[in-house]
């Protein structure tokens, strides 16, 4: 939450040689225009974090140049939190270094961000300041926002009841925007799931699809080979999953029973046989049986069909 205090330099001191002013920033126990109680715990909490802070031009502005002072030390002296202030020697720091001495402006205005919680004191509603961070304190006219200003502080720290159930309440307005988030977030979640199941249905259709096609292009391989023997113990053999990898599993079974059957004169080829035809070896058994291969040679075979 934005949160701005603005008082009056009611106490300063000036001096001109160290080009300094020394100038209350906050009060503890106070009470702004606005119904914000600064608890003097708070005010205290934020001593240490004043040192090395800028002063602007007032709060409209973010430009360098318009830094006007840094706070080189800050004390408490009573319920008071003072700043020292050292002006740099530029046109506009010494013209506001200037307008301070001469009284032209006697307010200051910290920029901060902190949280609240409601609360009564003395049965008037308030809003607790819980936590403060102060990010600049900056020179203001006197006047300056009205609601800002501190309008009250209390000589000893008043007693406060915290309002837990005003605490939770919500507005209208709080309430229509809680539940618009809430329905955009719903509708971004269902997106998100609606298309992450398109991403994994379209996945598994593509997964399918390829096994379908490797599938299809393995039994093309097959069906060059008409003894069902050996298409069957081929079959085995052939069990990549692409076309390369088929190929290249396939041609080596293929030179090996083509060697075999070259070597041993047998007519088993990988190709279609001839109906009718004579033949050494009808079968890879009939081979692995035979005693006109030689053991090593079946041992190679075996190893080859086998991978």
């Given at each position: 939450m934005e949160?701005?205090l603005?008082?009056?330099?009611?106490?300063?001191?000036?001096?001109?040689?160290?080009?300094t002013?020394?100038?209350?920033?906050l009060?503890?126990d106070?009470l702004?225009?606005?119904?914000?109680?600064y608890?003097?715990?708070v005010?205290?909490s934020?001593k240490?974090?004043?040192?090395?802070?800028?002063s602007m031009i007032?709060?409209d502005?973010?430009?360098p140049?318009?830094v006007?002072a840094?706070?080189v030390?800050s004390a408490?002296s009573g319920?008071k939190?003072?700043?020292s202030?050292?002006f740099?020697?530029?046109?506009?720091s010494?013209m506001?270094?200037?307008?301070?001495k001469?009284g032209?402006?006697?307010?200051?205005?910290?920029?901060?961000s902190?949280?609240?919680?409601?609360g009564?004191?003395?049965?008037?509603?308030?809003d607790i300041?819980?936590?403060?961070k102060i990010?600049?304190?900056d020179?203001?006219v006197?006047?300056?926002v009205?609601?800002?200003k501190?309008m009250r502080?209390?000589e000893?720290?008043?007693?406060?009841?915290?309002d837990?159930?005003?605490?939770?309440?919500m507005?209208?307005e709080?309430?229509?925007?809680l539940?618009?988030a809430e329905?955009?977030a719903?509708?971004?979640k269902?997106v998100g799931?609606?298309?992450a199941k398109?991403?994994?249905e379209?996945e598994?259709?593509?997964s399918?699809k390829?096994?379908?096609e490797?599938?299809?292009?393995?039994n093309?391989?097959l069906s060059?080979?008409e003894?069902?023997?050996?298409?069957?113990?081929?079959s085995s053999l052939?069990t990549g999953?692409s076309?390369e990898s088929?190929?290249?599993?396939f041609?080596?079974?293929?030179?090996?029973?083509?060697?075999l059957?070259?070597k041993?004169?047998?007519k088993?080829?990988?190709?279609?046989?001839?109906?009718?035809?004579?033949?050494d070896?009808?079968?890879l058994?009939?081979m692995f049986?035979s005693?006109?291969v030689?053991r090593?040679?079946?041992?190679?075979a075996?190893?080859?069909?086998?991978?």
């Open positions: 949160l701005t603005q008082t009056r330099i009611l106490e300063k001191k000036i001096d001109e040689g160290a080009r002013v020394v100038a209350g920033i009060e503890g106070s702004s225009a606005n119904k914000r109680f608890p003097m715990s005010v205290e934020v240490d974090s004043l040192v090395g802070l800028k007032g709060h502005t973010d430009s140049e318009d006007v840094t706070i030390n408490m319920k939190l003072f700043g202030f050292k740099g020697t530029d046109e506009k010494d506001m270094f200037t307008k301070i001469e032209l402006i006697d307010s200051v205005s910290i920029r901060a902190g949280e609240t919680r409601p009564k004191i003395n049965n008037e509603d308030v300041v819980d936590s403060l990010w600049s304190v020179l203001v006197e006047g300056g009205q609601s800002a501190v502080v209390y000893q720290a008043p007693t406060i009841v915290y837990n159930n005003k605490e939770n309440e507005t209208e709080q309430k229509k925007q539940e618009m329905s955009n719903k509708k971004l269902e799931e609606a298309n398109l991403v994994s379209k598994a259709l593509e399918e390829k096994k379908a490797i599938e299809s292009y393995r093309e391989k060059l080979v003894d069902k023997e050996i298409r069957d113990k081929i052939l999953d076309k088929i190929d290249s599993q041609s080596k079974a293929k030179e090996l029973v083509e060697s059957a070259k041993y004169g047998s088993i080829v990988m190709e279609p046989v001839k109906e009718n035809e004579d033949e070896f009808k079968s058994d009939a049986e005693k006109k030689d090593k040679d079946k041992i190679e075996l190893k080859s069909l086998i991978g």
